[in-house]
Protein backbone atom coordinates (compact mmCIF):
# COMPACT_ATOMS: atom_id res chain seq x y z
CA UNK A 1 0.00 0.00 0.00
CA UNK A 2 2.83 2.28 0.58
CA UNK A 3 4.60 1.93 -2.84
CA UNK A 4 1.26 2.24 -4.55
CA UNK A 5 0.47 5.20 -2.20
CA UNK A 6 4.00 6.59 -3.44
CA UNK A 7 3.46 6.16 -6.95
CA UNK A 8 0.04 8.16 -6.74
CA UNK A 9 2.08 10.84 -5.38
CA UNK A 10 4.49 10.96 -7.89
CA UNK A 11 1.99 10.72 -10.91
CA UNK A 12 1.46 13.91 -12.96
CA UNK A 13 -1.89 12.85 -13.67
CA UNK A 14 -2.64 16.38 -15.41
CA UNK A 15 -0.09 15.98 -17.63
CA UNK A 16 -0.91 11.72 -18.23
CA UNK A 17 -4.01 12.07 -18.73
CA UNK A 18 -4.03 12.75 -23.13
CA UNK A 19 -1.36 9.72 -22.87
CA UNK A 20 -3.90 7.72 -20.99
CA UNK A 21 -6.82 8.26 -23.17
CA UNK A 22 -5.25 8.01 -25.81
CA UNK A 23 -3.58 4.62 -25.43
CA UNK A 24 -6.19 3.37 -24.00
CA UNK A 25 -8.48 4.06 -26.84
CA UNK A 26 -6.29 2.95 -29.74
CA UNK A 27 -5.69 -0.68 -27.91
CA UNK A 28 -9.26 -1.41 -26.86
CA UNK A 29 -9.83 -0.15 -30.84
CA UNK A 30 -7.34 -2.50 -32.48
CA UNK A 31 -8.23 -5.20 -30.69
CA UNK A 32 -12.22 -4.71 -31.46
CA UNK A 33 -11.35 -3.52 -35.08
CA UNK A 34 -9.40 -6.62 -34.96
CA UNK A 35 -12.03 -9.10 -34.31
CA UNK A 36 -14.85 -7.30 -36.58
CA UNK A 37 -12.20 -7.53 -39.61
CA UNK A 38 -12.17 -10.80 -38.99
CA UNK A 39 -15.20 -11.98 -38.79
CA UNK A 40 -16.03 -9.94 -42.26
CA UNK A 41 -13.42 -11.96 -43.87
CA UNK A 42 -14.38 -15.19 -42.71
CA UNK A 43 -17.38 -14.60 -45.34
CA UNK A 44 -14.69 -14.11 -47.94
CA UNK A 45 -12.28 -17.94 -47.72
CA UNK A 46 -11.01 -17.77 -51.06
CA UNK A 47 -9.95 -13.96 -50.25
CA UNK A 48 -8.98 -14.49 -47.21
CA UNK A 49 -5.41 -15.23 -46.88
CA UNK A 50 -4.46 -12.16 -49.67
CA UNK A 51 -6.43 -9.53 -47.61
CA UNK A 52 -5.02 -10.63 -44.54
CA UNK A 53 -1.35 -10.44 -46.09
CA UNK A 54 -2.53 -6.71 -47.32
CA UNK A 55 -3.44 -5.86 -44.40
CA UNK A 56 -0.24 -6.56 -42.26
CA UNK A 57 1.67 -5.31 -45.30
CA UNK A 58 -0.08 -2.04 -44.24
CA UNK A 59 0.54 -2.18 -40.83
CA UNK A 60 4.84 -2.71 -41.17
CA UNK A 61 5.29 -0.17 -43.92
CA UNK A 62 2.92 2.08 -42.17
CA UNK A 63 4.30 1.88 -38.90
CA UNK A 64 8.20 2.35 -40.12
CA UNK A 65 6.95 5.64 -42.09
CA UNK A 66 4.95 6.51 -39.07
CA UNK A 67 8.01 6.05 -36.91
CA UNK A 68 10.17 8.23 -39.33
CA UNK A 69 7.86 11.24 -40.08
CA UNK A 70 5.10 11.44 -37.13
CA UNK A 71 7.92 12.87 -34.21
CA UNK A 72 8.04 16.12 -37.32
CA UNK A 73 4.80 17.22 -35.50
CA UNK A 74 3.86 14.67 -33.00
CA UNK A 75 0.41 15.80 -31.46
CA UNK A 76 -0.90 17.33 -34.91
CA UNK A 77 -0.12 13.55 -36.56
CA UNK A 78 -1.39 11.39 -33.48
CA UNK A 79 -5.19 14.36 -33.71
CA UNK A 80 -5.01 13.59 -37.83
CA UNK A 81 -4.34 8.98 -36.94
CA UNK A 82 -7.08 9.21 -34.85
CA UNK A 83 -9.76 10.36 -37.19
CA UNK A 84 -8.36 8.31 -40.11
CA UNK A 85 -9.08 5.16 -38.14
CA UNK A 86 -12.51 5.70 -37.53
CA UNK A 87 -13.07 6.59 -41.69
CA UNK A 88 -10.73 3.40 -41.87
CA UNK A 89 -12.82 1.72 -39.33
CA UNK A 90 -16.53 2.81 -40.93
CA UNK A 91 -15.39 1.52 -44.33
CA UNK A 92 -15.37 -1.90 -43.24
CA UNK A 93 -19.53 -1.63 -44.48
CA UNK A 94 -18.27 -1.30 -48.31
CA UNK A 95 -16.42 -5.05 -47.81
CA UNK A 96 -18.55 -6.87 -51.15
CA UNK A 97 -18.14 -9.95 -51.94
CA UNK A 98 -17.32 -8.99 -56.09
CA UNK A 99 -14.83 -6.17 -55.10
CA UNK A 100 -11.37 -8.17 -54.93
CA UNK A 101 -9.36 -4.93 -55.64
CA UNK A 102 -11.48 -2.50 -53.26
CA UNK A 103 -11.06 -4.91 -50.75
CA UNK A 104 -7.63 -5.21 -51.23
CA UNK A 105 -7.37 -1.02 -50.86
CA UNK A 106 -9.48 -1.28 -47.71
CA UNK A 107 -6.99 -3.99 -46.06
CA UNK A 108 -4.11 -1.63 -46.60
CA UNK A 109 -5.95 1.62 -45.51
CA UNK A 110 -6.78 -0.73 -42.69
CA UNK A 111 -3.83 -1.77 -41.77
CA UNK A 112 -1.84 1.77 -42.32
CA UNK A 113 -4.61 3.47 -40.24
CA UNK A 114 -3.25 0.70 -37.19
CA UNK A 115 0.67 1.04 -38.02
CA UNK A 116 1.21 4.96 -38.88
CA UNK A 117 0.76 6.21 -35.58
CA UNK A 118 1.42 3.45 -32.86
CA UNK A 119 5.18 4.20 -32.28
CA UNK A 120 4.21 7.81 -31.79
CA UNK A 121 1.21 6.42 -29.66
CA UNK A 122 3.07 5.04 -27.05
CA UNK A 123 6.14 7.01 -27.26
CA UNK A 124 3.98 9.93 -26.20
CA UNK A 125 3.02 7.69 -23.68
CA UNK A 126 6.66 7.30 -22.72
CA UNK A 127 7.41 11.23 -22.35
CA UNK A 128 4.45 11.83 -20.46
CA UNK A 129 5.78 9.63 -17.71
CA UNK A 130 8.36 9.25 -15.66
CA UNK A 131 10.76 5.95 -15.50
CA UNK A 132 9.87 5.57 -12.12
CA UNK A 133 6.23 4.96 -12.63
CA UNK A 134 6.12 4.43 -16.05
CA UNK A 135 4.78 0.19 -15.42
CA UNK A 136 2.38 2.02 -12.52
CA UNK A 137 0.48 4.38 -15.35
CA UNK A 138 0.77 1.78 -17.70
CA UNK A 139 -0.96 -1.01 -15.63
CA UNK A 140 -3.64 1.22 -15.07
CA UNK A 141 -4.05 1.54 -18.50
CA UNK A 142 -4.50 -2.00 -19.45
CA UNK A 143 -6.30 -2.58 -16.38
CA UNK A 144 -9.19 -0.08 -18.66
CA UNK A 145 -8.21 -1.69 -21.59
CA UNK A 146 -8.93 -5.09 -20.53
CA UNK A 147 -12.10 -4.12 -18.72
CA UNK A 148 -13.58 -1.86 -21.44
CA UNK A 149 -12.22 -4.43 -24.40
CA UNK A 150 -14.31 -6.87 -22.22
CA UNK A 151 -17.65 -4.67 -22.17
CA UNK A 152 -17.02 -4.01 -25.94
CA UNK A 153 -16.78 -7.87 -26.55
CA UNK A 154 -20.17 -8.49 -24.56
CA UNK A 155 -21.71 -5.81 -26.97
CA UNK A 156 -20.29 -7.04 -29.83
CA UNK A 157 -21.36 -10.39 -29.48
CA UNK A 158 -25.37 -8.77 -29.33
CA UNK A 159 -25.29 -6.71 -31.92
CA UNK A 160 -24.80 -6.90 -35.07
CA UNK A 161 -21.70 -6.62 -37.40
CA UNK A 162 -23.14 -3.36 -38.70
CA UNK A 163 -23.71 -1.90 -35.15
CA UNK A 164 -20.64 -3.14 -34.29
CA UNK A 165 -18.39 -1.09 -37.00
CA UNK A 166 -20.76 2.02 -36.04
CA UNK A 167 -19.87 1.85 -32.18
CA UNK A 168 -16.09 0.72 -32.67
CA UNK A 169 -16.50 4.37 -35.12
CA UNK A 170 -18.08 6.45 -32.77
CA UNK A 171 -15.16 4.94 -29.91
CA UNK A 172 -12.49 6.01 -32.60
CA UNK A 173 -14.19 9.24 -33.11
CA UNK A 174 -14.59 10.09 -29.09
CA UNK A 175 -10.59 8.91 -28.76
CA UNK A 176 -10.25 11.93 -31.32
CA UNK A 177 -12.23 14.43 -29.89
CA UNK A 178 -11.16 13.76 -26.48
CA UNK A 179 -7.69 13.57 -27.03
CA UNK A 180 -7.89 17.34 -28.72
CA UNK A 181 -9.87 18.45 -25.91
CA UNK A 182 -7.04 16.52 -23.28
CA UNK A 183 -4.34 18.04 -24.78
CA UNK A 184 -5.39 21.99 -25.54
CA UNK A 185 -2.57 22.64 -23.17
CA UNK A 186 -0.09 20.20 -23.68
CA UNK A 187 3.46 21.37 -23.63
CA UNK A 188 5.65 20.42 -26.42
CA UNK A 189 8.36 18.18 -25.85
CA UNK A 190 12.09 19.41 -26.81
CA UNK A 191 13.56 17.99 -29.74
CA UNK A 192 14.75 14.52 -29.29
CA UNK A 193 17.83 12.91 -30.88
CA UNK A 194 16.41 9.75 -33.26
CA UNK A 195 19.09 6.86 -33.08
CA UNK A 196 19.05 5.08 -36.28
CA UNK A 197 17.89 1.65 -36.52
CA UNK A 198 21.70 0.22 -37.32
CA UNK A 199 22.54 1.91 -33.62
CA UNK A 200 19.51 0.37 -32.03
CA UNK A 201 20.12 -3.38 -33.09
CA UNK A 202 23.74 -2.90 -32.02
CA UNK A 203 22.79 -1.89 -28.51
CA UNK A 204 22.84 -5.21 -26.36
CA UNK A 205 20.41 -4.21 -23.90
CA UNK A 206 17.87 -3.98 -26.96
CA UNK A 207 19.04 -7.38 -28.25
CA UNK A 208 18.85 -9.35 -24.53
CA UNK A 209 14.97 -8.00 -24.49
CA UNK A 210 13.80 -8.26 -28.15
CA UNK A 211 14.66 -11.75 -28.86
CA UNK A 212 12.75 -13.34 -25.63
CA UNK A 213 10.03 -11.11 -26.70
CA UNK A 214 10.05 -12.21 -30.42
CA UNK A 215 10.19 -15.72 -29.49
CA UNK A 216 7.14 -15.08 -26.95
CA UNK A 217 5.23 -13.35 -29.99
CA UNK A 218 6.28 -16.47 -32.46
CA UNK A 219 4.58 -18.87 -29.83
CA UNK A 220 1.72 -16.98 -28.66
CA UNK A 221 0.21 -16.73 -32.04
CA UNK A 222 1.62 -20.15 -33.36
CA UNK A 223 0.09 -22.23 -30.59
CA UNK A 224 -3.44 -20.17 -30.81
CA UNK A 225 -5.02 -22.44 -33.63
CA UNK A 226 -3.52 -25.62 -31.70
CA UNK A 227 -4.93 -24.46 -28.65
CA UNK A 228 -8.06 -23.46 -30.23
CA UNK A 229 -7.94 -27.61 -31.45
CA UNK A 230 -7.59 -29.03 -27.80
CA UNK A 231 -9.91 -26.64 -25.99
CA UNK A 232 -12.49 -26.62 -29.06
CA UNK A 233 -13.86 -23.22 -30.28
CA UNK A 234 -16.29 -21.80 -27.99
CA UNK A 235 -14.16 -22.94 -24.62
CA UNK A 236 -11.39 -20.92 -27.06
CA UNK A 237 -13.37 -17.97 -27.09
CA UNK A 238 -14.44 -18.57 -23.41
CA UNK A 239 -10.32 -18.59 -22.56
CA UNK A 240 -9.98 -15.31 -24.62
CA UNK A 241 -12.68 -13.43 -22.61
CA UNK A 242 -11.84 -14.43 -19.21
CA UNK A 243 -7.65 -13.32 -20.07
CA UNK A 244 -9.21 -9.85 -20.65
CA UNK A 245 -10.59 -9.95 -16.70
CA UNK A 246 -7.04 -11.02 -16.14
CA UNK A 247 -5.40 -8.55 -17.78
CA UNK A 248 -7.80 -6.05 -16.36
CA UNK A 249 -6.91 -7.30 -12.41
CA UNK A 250 -3.18 -7.89 -13.23
CA UNK A 251 -2.08 -5.44 -15.15
CA UNK A 252 -2.04 -3.03 -12.93
CA UNK A 253 -0.01 -5.29 -10.30
CA UNK A 254 2.31 -5.81 -12.73
CA UNK A 255 2.46 -2.28 -13.49
CA UNK A 256 3.35 -1.73 -9.50
CA UNK A 257 6.07 -4.38 -9.09
CA UNK A 258 7.62 -3.30 -11.99
CA UNK A 259 7.80 0.02 -10.50
CA UNK A 260 9.05 -1.29 -7.45
CA UNK A 261 11.74 -4.39 -7.74
CA UNK A 262 12.11 -3.24 -11.42
CA UNK A 263 11.02 -4.55 -15.08
CA UNK A 264 13.38 -7.72 -15.38
CA UNK A 265 11.95 -9.83 -12.64
CA UNK A 266 8.57 -9.52 -13.69
CA UNK A 267 9.21 -10.32 -17.11
CA UNK A 268 11.31 -13.64 -16.14
CA UNK A 269 8.20 -14.41 -13.54
CA UNK A 270 5.65 -14.02 -16.78
CA UNK A 271 8.38 -16.58 -18.86
CA UNK A 272 8.62 -19.23 -16.48
CA UNK A 273 4.57 -19.59 -15.73
CA UNK A 274 4.30 -19.73 -19.87
CA UNK A 275 6.86 -21.64 -20.24
CA UNK A 276 5.22 -24.26 -17.26
CA UNK A 277 1.74 -24.30 -18.52
CA UNK A 278 2.97 -25.15 -22.02
CA UNK A 279 4.91 -28.52 -20.18
CA UNK A 280 1.77 -28.94 -18.01
CA UNK A 281 -0.26 -29.05 -21.61
CA UNK A 282 1.98 -31.20 -23.42
CA UNK A 283 1.77 -33.70 -20.46
CA UNK A 284 -1.81 -33.65 -19.22
CA UNK A 285 -3.68 -31.86 -22.48
CA UNK A 286 -7.29 -33.88 -21.63
CA UNK A 287 -7.57 -32.79 -17.71
CA UNK A 288 -10.08 -30.13 -17.42
CA UNK A 289 -7.80 -28.72 -14.39
CA UNK A 290 -4.55 -28.43 -17.01
CA UNK A 291 -7.26 -26.14 -19.05
CA UNK A 292 -7.84 -23.84 -16.02
CA UNK A 293 -4.71 -23.84 -14.74
CA UNK A 294 -3.59 -22.74 -18.01
CA UNK A 295 -5.86 -19.91 -18.44
CA UNK A 296 -5.11 -18.91 -14.71
CA UNK A 297 -1.52 -18.73 -15.49
CA UNK A 298 -1.84 -17.46 -19.04
CA UNK A 299 -3.90 -14.56 -17.61
CA UNK A 300 -1.65 -13.72 -15.02
CA UNK A 301 1.27 -13.66 -17.37
CA UNK A 302 -0.71 -11.20 -19.88
CA UNK A 303 -1.83 -8.69 -16.97
CA UNK A 304 1.91 -8.45 -16.34
CA UNK A 305 3.49 -8.15 -19.69
CA UNK A 306 0.96 -5.87 -21.12
CA UNK A 307 2.07 -3.00 -18.53
CA UNK A 308 5.70 -3.92 -18.80
CA UNK A 309 6.52 -5.11 -22.23
CA UNK A 310 3.96 -3.58 -24.14
CA UNK A 311 4.33 0.15 -21.94
CA UNK A 312 7.31 0.46 -19.83
CA UNK A 313 10.76 -1.40 -21.34
CA UNK A 314 10.90 0.37 -24.75
CA UNK A 315 10.56 3.74 -23.30
CA UNK A 316 12.71 3.16 -20.78
CA UNK A 317 15.26 1.98 -23.36
CA UNK A 318 14.78 5.28 -25.28
CA UNK A 319 15.95 7.19 -22.26
CA UNK A 320 16.09 10.80 -23.45
CA UNK A 321 16.05 9.88 -27.33
CA UNK A 322 13.39 9.78 -29.31
CA UNK A 323 11.34 7.12 -28.63
CA UNK A 324 9.58 5.54 -32.24
CA UNK A 325 11.97 3.46 -33.26
CA UNK A 326 12.85 1.66 -30.08
CA UNK A 327 8.65 0.85 -29.94
CA UNK A 328 8.79 0.05 -33.03
CA UNK A 329 11.15 -2.52 -32.87
CA UNK A 330 9.20 -3.88 -29.58
CA UNK A 331 5.65 -3.63 -31.19
CA UNK A 332 6.39 -5.13 -35.07
CA UNK A 333 7.13 -8.36 -34.17
CA UNK A 334 3.97 -9.17 -31.90
CA UNK A 335 1.38 -7.03 -34.63
CA UNK A 336 3.15 -9.02 -37.38
CA UNK A 337 3.09 -12.28 -35.20
CA UNK A 338 -0.42 -11.60 -35.88
CA UNK A 339 -0.72 -13.10 -39.18
CA UNK A 340 0.95 -16.61 -38.02
CA UNK A 341 -2.28 -18.20 -36.55
CA UNK A 342 -4.19 -17.48 -40.51
CA UNK A 343 -1.29 -19.85 -42.00
CA UNK A 344 -0.72 -22.47 -39.17
CA UNK A 345 -4.70 -22.50 -39.37
CA UNK A 346 -4.72 -24.36 -42.33
CA UNK A 347 -2.62 -27.09 -41.34
CA UNK A 348 -3.25 -27.24 -37.23
CA UNK A 349 -5.17 -30.48 -38.21
CA UNK A 350 -1.78 -32.49 -39.17
CA UNK A 351 0.29 -30.74 -36.27
CA UNK A 352 0.65 -33.16 -33.25
CA UNK A 353 -0.38 -30.76 -30.13
CA UNK A 354 1.76 -32.91 -27.41
CA UNK A 355 4.61 -31.87 -29.56
CA UNK A 356 4.01 -28.67 -30.35
CA UNK A 357 3.44 -27.82 -26.58
CA UNK A 358 6.72 -29.51 -25.77
CA UNK A 359 8.80 -26.80 -27.84
CA UNK A 360 6.75 -23.77 -26.97
CA UNK A 361 7.94 -25.12 -23.23
CA UNK A 362 11.63 -25.42 -24.13
CA UNK A 363 11.98 -22.62 -25.88
CA UNK A 364 9.99 -20.08 -23.57
CA UNK A 365 12.39 -21.54 -20.88
CA UNK A 366 14.85 -20.80 -23.47
CA UNK A 367 14.20 -17.20 -23.56
CA UNK A 368 14.60 -16.73 -20.04
CA UNK A 369 18.75 -17.27 -20.61
CA UNK A 370 19.18 -13.96 -22.46
CA UNK A 371 17.05 -12.45 -20.12
CA UNK A 372 19.33 -13.32 -17.24
CA UNK A 373 21.89 -11.38 -18.78
CA UNK A 374 19.58 -8.33 -19.50
CA UNK A 375 20.14 -4.74 -17.59
CA UNK A 376 17.46 -3.78 -15.35
CA UNK A 377 15.48 -1.10 -16.89
CA UNK A 378 14.83 0.74 -14.15
CA UNK A 379 17.42 2.69 -12.44
CA UNK A 380 19.30 0.84 -9.71
CA UNK A 381 18.99 4.62 -7.69
CA UNK A 382 15.18 4.56 -7.74
CA UNK A 383 14.66 1.10 -6.66
CA UNK A 384 17.27 1.79 -3.37
CA UNK A 385 14.96 5.30 -2.80
CA UNK A 386 11.82 3.62 -3.15
CA UNK A 387 13.44 0.66 -0.59
CA UNK A 388 14.47 3.92 1.64
CA UNK A 389 11.21 5.30 1.93
CA UNK A 390 9.31 2.13 2.32
CA UNK A 391 11.65 1.49 5.41
CA UNK A 392 11.04 4.95 7.07
CA UNK A 393 7.50 4.59 6.55
CA UNK A 394 7.91 1.65 8.81
CA UNK A 395 9.86 2.86 10.71
CA UNK A 396 7.29 5.63 11.89
CA UNK A 397 4.71 3.91 12.24
CA UNK A 398 6.30 1.12 14.83
CA UNK A 399 7.78 4.45 16.66
CA UNK A 400 4.00 5.50 17.01
CA UNK A 401 2.96 2.11 17.67
CA UNK A 402 5.34 2.02 20.96
CA UNK A 403 5.23 5.73 21.66
Given at each position: MIHIRALREKTAWKATAPSIFLVLNSFVWYMLTYVVFNTILNGLETEKLGLFTTYYVGIAVSAILGSKFFPRARVKFLNLWLFMGAIATFLLTTVSIDGMLANALLAFFL???????LPSCLSYFADSTSVENRGFVGGIIWSAVGFVALIFAFLISILGLWEAIVALTIWRLFGGVGFLVLNRNHEKIAVQKSPSYLELIRKKEILLYLFPWIMFSIINFAEAPILEGVFGAEFFVFVQLVELAFIGIFAIVGGVIADVIG???VVIAGFIMLGIEYAVLSVFSNSPAT???????DGITWGLFASVFFMAIW???GGNYEKEKYYL????PYLLAGFLPILIKLYASGIDATAAFSFASFFLFLAVLPLMYAPETLPEKKIKERELKNYIEKAKKAKEKYA
Open positions: GASIGIGRKRLYLFLTLGDLLGGL
